[in-house]
């Protein structure tokens, strides 16, 4: 019992030491917030990319806006920039895809039901919860002990 009490009055010192010290700071309960900096503003995306863009004047590809993209450090074209400005492109390729993929599916299911069709019939389980009866018992099985029916020796 002695033990008990000697922890309580340590944690109650504990506790009271917390809450004491969270009064006597300034910046405690109900202190206003410092205020934080603001993060400054985020540099334009598109100039981190690896291309550059220029888009292309009474020019429409798939029904958008075509755009060219020229490689930053060759000046060539830039396929992944041409992909990734002109979003007709990528709906396109989706629809392929898509397009595709139903293909594959409806061959799948074509080639699964023929193969279904060609497989041999499951024959019922000859007496399958039924018991079998046997009219007399061979001639080697009567009083036959352990080696019986074995391979002969040679």
Do not use: C
């Not at 590809?61 to 020229?70: D, E, Q, S, V, W």
């Not at 979003?87 to 074509?110: D, N, Q, Y």
């Amino acid at each position: 019992m002695e033990l008990q009490s000697g922890i309580m009055k340590r944690v109650v010192k504990e506790v009271g030491t917390v809450i004491q010290s969270g009064f006597s700071n300034a910046a405690g309960l109900g202190a206003p917030e410092e205020d934080e900096p603001e993060p400054p503003p985020p540099a334009d995306p598109k100039a981190s990319l690896p291309w550059d863009t220029v888009p292309l004047a009474d020019t429409t590809l798939f029904n958008h806006p075509a755009k060219y993209a020229t490689d930053k450090e060759t000046g060539k074209i830039s396929w992944e920039g041409v992909v990734a400005e002109n979003p007709g492109i990528i709906e396109k390729g989706a629809e392929l895809l898509g397009a595709g993929m139903e293909v594959l599916s409806t061959f799948a299911k074509k080639a699964a039901s023929g193969a279904a069709a060609h497989a041999p019939q499951q024959l019922p389980a000859a007496g399958v919860g039924q018991a079998q009866v046997v009219d007399e018992v061979p001639e080697g099985a009567q009083n036959a002990g352990p080696g019986a029916g074995s391979f002969p020796r040679v």
